[in-house]
């Protein structure tokens, strides 16, 4: 009899006098049983039994499988359903912040697009209260057109879009995003605090800056 065969002979013979004979046999090959008949007998017995009843490992692995498939599935209804609209959605701001009351001037000046000019926004640096004048509309008074286009990284408005005339076409009077010379108009309302330079796209000499501050009112 082989050694591997042994677990299936004790098995199929389940008497102490067979399991001693395992023993008998152990020690035949030169080795020394590790516990007492009895034990052995239990051991090999419970080990039968679990081969006996291979489905109650299947069933175990098949409610893992299961479960898993469970939490992908849910995980996946979460992203597209909940998260994915929730963080596209547009944040909700005061009508005080969308449509202030107040509009903060700037002017393109005269002779703006000669390099030497001393002005060319007036003023270069303007200072917007958030919820009170943070529209800040530019008016051309040179006699050639203008652009205002945010510095790089440019900043997008989460409502109003890009900050650059050039990207409201349909704001500037129909001058595809050009300030027409002599009185054309170009606004924007900033609805978030900070600092956001800018220069005219081909007259990059002409630069100003928008400076956007907290209502403390």
Same mark, same amino acid.
Request: glycine share 6%.
């Given at each position: 009899?082989?050694?591997?065969?042994?677990?299936n002979?004790?098995?199929s013979?389940?008497?102490?006098?067979?399991?001693?004979k395992?023993?008998?046999?152990?020690?035949?090959?030169?080795?020394? /049983?590790?516990?007492?008949?009895?034990? !052995?007998?239990?051991?090999?017995?419970?080990s039968? *039994? !679990?081969?006996?009843? /291979?489905h109650?490992? *299947?069933?175990?692995?098949?409610?893992? !499988?299961?479960?898993?498939?469970?939490?992908?599935?849910?995980?996946?209804?979460?992203? &597209?359903?909940?998260y994915? /609209?929730?963080?596209?959605?547009?944040p909700?701001?005061?009508?005080s !912040?969308?449509? /202030?009351?107040?509009?903060?001037?700037?002017?393109?000046?005269?002779?703006?697009? =000669? &390099?030497?000019s001393?002005d060319?926004?007036?003023p270069?640096?303007?200072?917007a209260?958030?919820?009170?004048?943070?529209?800040?509309?530019?008016?051309?008074?040179?006699?050639?057109a203008?652009?205002?286009t945010?510095?790089?990284?440019?900043?997008e408005?989460?409502?109003?879009?890009?900050?650059d005339?050039?990207a409201?076409?349909? &704001?500037?009077?129909g001058?595809?995003?050009? =300030?027409?010379?002599?009185?054309?108009?170009?606004?924007?309302?900033?609805?978030?605090?900070?600092e956001?330079?800018y220069?005219?796209?081909?007259?990059?000499?002409?630069?100003?800056?928008?400076a956007?501050?907290?209502n403390?009112?």
């Open positions: 009899m082989k050694y591997e065969s042994l677990t002979y004790v098995c013979n389940k008497s102490k006098a067979q399991v001693k395992v023993c008998d046999l152990q020690r035949s090959f030169g080795l020394k /049983p590790i516990c007492r008949p009895r034990t !052995i007998f239990l051991v090999l017995e419970v039968h *039994n !679990i081969e006996q009843k /291979p109650d490992h *299947n069933t175990t692995a098949g409610i893992s !499988i299961a479960a898993f498939v469970v939490v992908v599935v849910v995980s996946l209804a979460y992203y &597209q359903f909940m994915v /609209p929730e963080a596209n959605a547009k909700t701001f005061t009508t !912040i969308t449509t /202030p009351m107040q509009t903060t001037e700037v002017t393109i000046v005269k002779d703006a697009l =000669l &390099q030497s001393k060319h926004f007036k270069t640096d303007v200072r209260v958030l919820g009170i004048s943070n529209r800040v509309e530019w008016t051309n008074n040179d006699s050639v203008h652009t205002v945010g510095d790089d990284p440019q900043y408005d989460v409502v109003n879009g890009k900050f005339s050039l409201h076409p349909d &704001q500037t009077g001058a595809n995003g050009f =300030l027409e010379p002599g009185g054309g108009k170009w606004s924007f309302t900033f609805t978030k605090m900070g956001y330079a220069h005219c796209s081909p007259h990059p000499w002409m630069k100003g800056e928008v956007v501050v907290e403390f009112s």
